[in-house]
């Protein structure tokens, strides 16, 4: 929550302080702000302390249509002139560009020559966090400056693959607005002014045995940091640990608990599943491994035209909120929260889960006849399937998944359990609910906040940040000066994990080691390691030596005198190398089940909103990034901003339209937020996403959106049911990448321009040609007035296949952080200037109520027949001998014509300066291989032509051609689901061939004769004939040939 | 030609020129008006036409400054106001070419009036169409690239583009009708350099005039270049805006890509720049009092002309819709559904109401002869062929082949800023035009007086 309730009058720093500060809000009357409070009737929800004193400052940012940040250009005061002055204070802080080395050893990934060649990247493994997962990666590194994150292929989280916050990372790292040094008091200190406070404090309560002393982290996957504490907890015994993670598996361990009686991590095999149900489960896009599980699953849907290799799987959805693994799905049912449990319950009943009683389907009638087929298809394909709930479930629905997949023989084939990944499983709710009593009851004395935002996310019943007022020292570490920080004395600046020694696991168990590409930016930044290391028995060792000790101790103890050999192996490789963690039987107990049941019969009726991590900024902590900012949302394509997403007919009900203002209150609380009519939406509820509305996240982030935690609540951290919405007053601009005007007729012409071909299996089966039939006329290859090219050497090409795109954005951010491709700011995204190489279209299909959802990734065809290619009158856009279409930046004057002429619009110019070649920091994130564009220059795609040359130069040198899978483009390396694959189409042996070569292949458009290089292997989905034949995804193909 | 002289009635018309006129009080006239005293509206109409012009030139370099993000223009549509209004006035330019050269060359004495008004008009209007298309490019200083000049980098401008074909049309014109408009003036100028009353005024007039002594020697050449020039210019009127038109139908989306474009552009063309015509004489005829050199019947003829181009333009339209809906192409049949029924459909009913059914009201004479009548339907076809031009840039290309980038145009007060503001700059020229030089050709209109018919024996027997 954007600040707390304050009613305690001693709203100061604590009784050391000389000087009470009012928090966060300098020149605010806090007087007046408790007066207006007394003076208000009943409880009141106020968004921030500036809005409770109606400050002029608040009332102006109320009126603005866009938050300060976010409206960049034209007018007034610019971001850029905020990068400016943030550039001017870097130069001051001494920091010159580029290569801060590690001190310590750090072992390049072997891709190339021991020793730094100028001008060739160096590759290091190491692993990202995210709110208890982690993702093993590649990290480019140039000259010592890391630019680029790729996957691991040895990494079993990532096998080569990444998601849109990998990507992303490489901005978080140069963030402008990262926390510079120690303060206390708002005022510069040093790690040894802290220290020297802390060991004080420590001291006292030695003889305590640690009474008092608290530390706070987010879910912790390291197991040196859990070592560390574990250490601390040992000497001083009363002190306690603590952990919140606002987007965490609460459901999953509640469940676990429930069911088995014992924490467990669960592993999923989607490539061994040939049926898949999710109930409210995004698990192709969230949840730990889902990098893993979105190959393995769209490894069984490239089975159906990828000949020899195991049939095509079969997915049900059944949620409330449309999700992106929905729009994979072959049959799809939105039912409002309480539908899903009902359904869960009945399906376990149909199962013939012992202890499962059905729900009550009475409200849903489709929902009945899904219970059977549904349940036939899982019986006859016991141990070949899985019920998988998602993170965002009731424990319930987790339960009873537990339960079906037990019953089905799926526990021990295709989901496996396993110790608890994480370093210590808790119940979080309890933990964090537990500081927050104790906070206010005066028991804690010393807080160490490792990490996370509480005071922005913790849920709002509790009133934590009231709470922590109490607390007499506390010490908040964190990247930026974010809410938290405003609310404690003492702020460490934490360095980024590219920055600082680590470990970690990830889902199945793995043990890594995250090794830094560079020395922290600013010197000052520590890891939580070096922090705890403070209260260590060594005060003066370093991330290096501390993980470094860990592991022989314990990953690698194994390895005796050869620990050096080893440890170097796992650096180098990024993985232990010691395996995944033991399965082991659980089975779940048998009155679990029957809880679950009723559990799922009490889920009241009303209606709910659902609360859901933000696809781009998660829990809020991404919100200063401007590539997560800006990427367009999967389903509503929105960007810089949250809205209440409403079904069509739900929104219809209450007088709302897209971009109209709701009223949202629940708990005695009201918000207001704009609305987001999305197609697919169950009825009956409603959908915020969270990590919007930051005060504190920076210049980019702050202020955008609404934050909506102060309606998140302890009991209710996924659906708060019994809300009420009403009208607001008033719009809202919202910046969505593809128009919500007349969706109606969007979904119309795109069926019949055929722009997304699908079919089914069954279809494809009968007739393999259904794909080409389906477009119009496509012109012969003589028909063209230009002799055709010659390739001697290579042709490049690339295909997409549409039944493995799950639509995640990896790609679109890998392109980003690749290309240097600039953030352009809401208000140009609202005017259709978004500068993304490739995006993801999103077409609906079929009814508005229960629409198929298509995603297609579109980047430059490079046609063969370029219409732009014609057009530009300087010839600044040619036809380049292996095909590509080339844009020459430098000799373009920029008359639009060609984009104007491109019928796939993916070129994208630059209408201002979007590029920012001001801010030091922000230099250092560009790849150096790639040109930056400056204002009134066209660019798009490039097919990452840097990387063949690149390609082409270790060829050369070599003389060879070219190997296939050799050149690899930013967005298929990026690709969780290997949806993309690229190549050289004169060889006759190569993978984009053998993609191409499928009855399947199709050209975007191609009867206006532009010949496309890029290509589309048509969406098949594989629907369960009883269901009637996947009614949302079959129908459309009429319209005129 | 021939057949129009051998016509029985051609003496029967009413006068080109009225009676009481000779050359004396032709040259008087129309040198008064320069040598006057500024008349008080004049001075107000400059004010107020030379601040919408200081308007232009913030919007200029603030567009220089920032870049031509602060239009309205994005992806997918790439050309907005820029575009449109550089072909707005490009068409405006064509009824100057027309009524100089081409009705010179059929000998329609009537255009002897308005000439030398129109080719100013021409010119002024390619001034502020020419303005567009260099500063709608992103980097407008780089413009020169577009010109095939030999230069280092060894690059030839792509001459398959129609841009390039565009720059050689409209440079090709604003020169031939620069060349043309000076010309016609040299003899006038030396008249103005006659009567000079001041030594400045002598100065700069006999400067331009170019020693012209108006020896037959002089007027045979004058007569020779003023004939090639006119042959010249002839093709132009054609040719420029088939060529603009290709920017449009040589490209592949819907709605630009269409065989009738260059017929249907040099009609709306020549259609604008009578509209335009009308638009600037009507209002000048009582300011000046030249009543009886720009008379009824000039502007009689000039309706009559904007009435045919008008229905050519009308049936421009409906073959496109015809045209639209028989090639049964899903993008075509769309894009004509969307011009009528989608967002911008007011556009397009006012492009109707305006372009065609309004001037429909030409065919009755009541309303040709009515100077009031004229001018309201000359703004009627300046504002709808703008409109037109709208409809063709904007509405093809917001929604075109792929439904995932189709958005909406909204012109920014930049881009209204830039098109007022040339229409500032344009009243401007004109302005300083009436007031400094002939608005009227006085020579030729000097042979156009009932004196100069003298050798014709029928008139020489009428005035006897």
Known sequence: MGSPHMGSPEMGWNEQQESPREAGAPGLDLAQVREKLAAAEGPEYWRSIEELADTPEFRDMVHREFPRQASEWPEGVSRRGFLELSAASLALAGLTACTRQPEEKIVPYVRQPEELVPGRPLFYATSMELAGDSLGVLVESHMGRPTKVEGNPEHPASLGATDVFAQASILGLYDPDRSQSVTHLERIATWGDFSTALLGRIQALKALQGEGLRILTQTVLSPTLAAQIEDVLARLPKARWHQWEAAGAHSARAAARAAFGADAAIRYDFAKADVVVALDADFLTSGPGWVRHARAFAGRRKAAWKKGEAKMNRLYAVESSPTVTSTQADHRLALPPQGVAAFAASLAAAVGVPGAAAGDLGAFAQAASWVAAVAEDLKAHRGASIVIAGDCAPPELHVLAHALNEALGNAGATVLYTEPVEARAEDQIASIRGLTEDMRAGKVDTLLILGGNPVYDAPADLGFAEALLKVPFRAHLSMHRDETTAWCPWHLPASHFLEAWSDTRCFDGTAAVVQPLIEPLYPSAKSAHEVMALLGATTDATGYELVRGHWQRTVLAGAGAGFEAAWRKAVHDGVAGVGAAASKAVPVAADAVARACAAARESGGGMALLFRPDPGLYDGRFANNGWLQEVPRPLTKLTWDNALLLSPREAEKLGLATESIAEVAAGGKKLALPVWVLPGHAEGCATVHLGWGRSRAGKVGSGVGVDVYPLRTSAALWQAGGVTITKGSGEHTLASAQTHQDIELQTREATKRHLVRHGTVEQFEKNPHFVGEMGHHTPAADETMYPPHAYNGYSWGLAIDLSSCVGCNACVVACQSENNIPVVGKEQVAGAREMHWIRIDRYFQGDLDDPAVHMQPVMCMHCELAPCEVVCPVAATVHGPEGLNEMVYNRCVGTRYCSNNCPYKVRRFNFLLYSDFETEVLRMAKNPDVTIRSRGVMEKCTYCVQRINLARIDAKREGRKIKDGEVVTACQQACPAEAIVFGDLNDAGSEVNSWKASELNYGLLDDLNTRPRTTYLAKLSNPNPALGGGAAHSSGHEGDH | ?464
């Open chain 2, 1 to 464: 030609m021939a057949m129009l002289e051998a016509s029985a009635d051609r003496y029967d018309r009413p006068p080109v020129v009225g009676s009481p006129h000779d050359a004396a009080t032709v040259t008087d006239q129309v040198s008064n008006i320069v040598y006057g005293r500024t008349p008080l509206w004049w001075l107000g109409t400059f004010a107020v036409a030379f601040s919408i012009f200081g308007v232009m030139t913030i919007s200029i370099f603030w567009l220089l400054i920032k870049g031509t993000g602060i239009w309205g223009i994005n992806v997918p549509v790439g050309w907005g106001f820029a575009i449109i209004n550089f072909v707005w006035w490009i068409g405006i330019g064509h009824a100057g070419t027309l009524i100089s050269a081409i009705l010179l060359l059929l000998r329609q004495e009537w255009r002897t009036s308005i000439n030398r008004f129109a080719e100013a008009m021409t010119l002024f209007a390619v001034a502020c169409a020419g303005l567009f298309p260099l500063l709608h490019t992103g980097r407008p200083w780089l413009g020169y690239w577009l010109l095939p000049i030999p230069n280092t980098m060894g690059m030839w401008p792509n001459f398959r583009s129609p841009l390039i074909w565009d720059v050689f049309a409209v440079t090709t014109y604003a020169t031939v009708s620069a060349l043309f408009w000076f010309t016609g003036l040299i003899p006038d100028l030396a008249t103005f350099r006659d009567h000079a009353k001041n030594k400045l005024a002598r100065t700069i007039y006999g400067i331009a005039s170019m020693g012209w002594r108006g020896s037959a020697r002089h007027w045979h050449n004058y007569e020779s270049v003023y004939l090639l020039l006119a042959g010249l210019s002839t093709p132009l009127v054609l040719s420029v805006h088939t060529v603009v038109s290709f920017d449009f139908a040589m490209s592949i989306v819907p709605g630009w890509h269409t065989t009738i474009f260059p017929p249907y552009f040099v009609a709306g063309a020549v259609y604008a720049g009578f509209a335009m015509v009308l638009t600037l004489v009507i209002p000048l005829r009582p300011l000046f009092k030249i009543q009886d050199l720009i008379t009824e019947r000039h502007l009689q003829n000039m309706a009559k002309v904007m009435l045919v181009t008008g229905l050519i333009v009308a049936y421009g339209y409906a073959m496109e819709l015809f045209v639209g809906w028989y090639s049964g192409h899903h993008a075509e049949k769309f894009m004509l559904e969307n011009r009528i029924t989608g967002p911008y459909w007011p556009i397009w009913w006012s492009l109707i109401l305006f372009n065609v059914a309004i001037p429909q009201l030409l065919w009755a004479k009541r309303n040709r002869t009515s100077p009031m009548a004229l001018f309201a339907i000359s703004m009627s076809i300046n504002v709808g062929m703008w409109l037109e031009r709208f409809v063709i840039v904007a509405t093809s290309l917001h929604r075109d082949y792929l439904v995932s980038s189709w958005d909406m145009y909204t012109p920014t007060k930049w881009d209204w800023g830039l098109y007022l503001g040339t229409i500032g700059f344009f009243l401007t020229l004109m302005l300083l035009f009436i007031r400094y030089l002939p608005m009227i050709a006085i020579f030729e209109m000097r042979t156009l007086t009932p004196g100069a018919k003298v050798k014709h024996p029928e008139t020489h027997a009428k005035a006897h």
